[in-house]
């Protein structure tokens, strides 16, 4: 794959452009234009990365590989409008983790190499994410391999690591990153209302959960899966379980919820030879005497 470093251009200057555009400018890649419909978001980047603010247009028009780091939803009106340009030889990616590169297909077909390049990583605060993308895991998804080797290029100049996304599986590597991230905020919101029902305000049930989660996250980096895994699931204890059932009868979403949890458990208890029948039993038996909730 082809190591040239290609100039680059960004359309939109959102949290995203922001952070992957100063580090690229810091690793020696030329930033030819920034555009955005937001000009003062233009402006206080093209001034971080010494490139010019341009129209959409001009800026789509002035470099090899051209950035769309736009909303989800204007992905493929823009790519849209961009179509009657020369790509000849240039690309057009998108930074979205849920769209596909069948989303840039006007651009595609009028002669532009495309692809995704989605980092795998929360940009809450523009400094702190250049601080600390910088190691994070990038999904790819191009089929050309001038544009692919760019794109590993631009991965390896920040240390990142590759996600290499096989055609029409973008949607399962999303739906991965959507379970660990946006889901864990689930569960730790089901626990803080728990022990709301026991008078625990709001401090004091952080207190006793920000721990156990940072703990819990100490414990996958360093041990990994399944060995993480601890409670009374891990140890087959049965009597616990079954208590923890008892408490959410009068709840049966989050019993159901507890239940479906613990089945997805069931594979690391597998790989660990930790025996989970009687497990699947009494979970059977609480969900025949659960109580109608129609």
């Known amino acids: 794959m082809s190591q040239q470093r290609p100039t680059l251009a960004f359309i939109g200057a959102g949290k995203v452009a922001q952070t992957v555009a100063r580090l690229w400018a810091q690793q020696g890649y030329a930033i030819n234009a920034i555009a955005s419909r937001t000009p003062a978001h233009a402006q206080a980047l093209a001034e971080q990365v010494q490139a010019p603010v341009t129209s959409i247009e001009e800026a789509a028009s002035s470099a090899e590989l051209v950035c769309l780091a736009v909303a989800d939803d204007a992905i493929q009106p823009v790519a849209?409008?961009?179509?009657?340009?020369?790509?000849?030889?240039?690309?057009?990616?998108?930074?979205?983790?849920?769209?596909?590169?069948g989303t840039l297909q006007n651009v595609a077909q009028a002669g532009a190499m495309v692809g995704g390049l989605h980092p795998a990583f929360p940009f809450a605060d523009v400094e702190q994410s250049i601080e600390n993308l910088p190691g994070a895991a990038f999904a790819i998804e191009a089929r050309d391999e001038t544009l692919r080797g760019w794109l590993y290029s631009l991965v390896a100049s920040i240390e990142g690591h590759i996600i290499d996304i096989p055609p029409g599986q973008k949607a399962i590597y999303h739906a991965?990153?959507?379970i660990a991230s946006n889901y864990t905020v689930t569960l730790y919101s089901i626990a803080q209302d728990l022990l709301a029902q026991i008078g625990a305000d709001t401090h004091t049930s952080q207190a006793a959960l920000h721990p156990l989660l940072m703990a819990t996250l100490h414990n996958i980096v360093q041990t990994g899966i399944p060995d993480a895994l601890t409670g009374p699931l891990s140890r087959a204890d049965t009597h616990t379980i079954e208590?923890?059932?008892?408490?959410?009868?009068?709840?049966p979403q989050l019993a159901d919820t507890y239940r479906n949890l613990a089945r997805?458990?069931?594979?690391?208890?597998?790989?660990?030879?930790?025996?989970?029948?009687?497990?699947?039993?009494?979970?059977?038996?609480t969900e025949q005497n659960a109580p109608d909730d129609t």
């Open 80 to 101: 849209a409008s961009l179509a009657e340009l020369d790509w000849q030889g240039r690309a057009l990616i998108h930074f979205s983790g849920a769209h596909s590169i």
């Open 264 to 285: 997805l458990s069931y594979p690391m208890l597998a790989a660990r030879h930790v025996p989970f029948h009687e497990i699947e039993s009494l979970l059977q038996r």
């Open 243 to 251: 208590a923890h059932l008892k408490a959410l009868e009068e709840q």
């Open 176 to 178: 991965a990153l959507c």
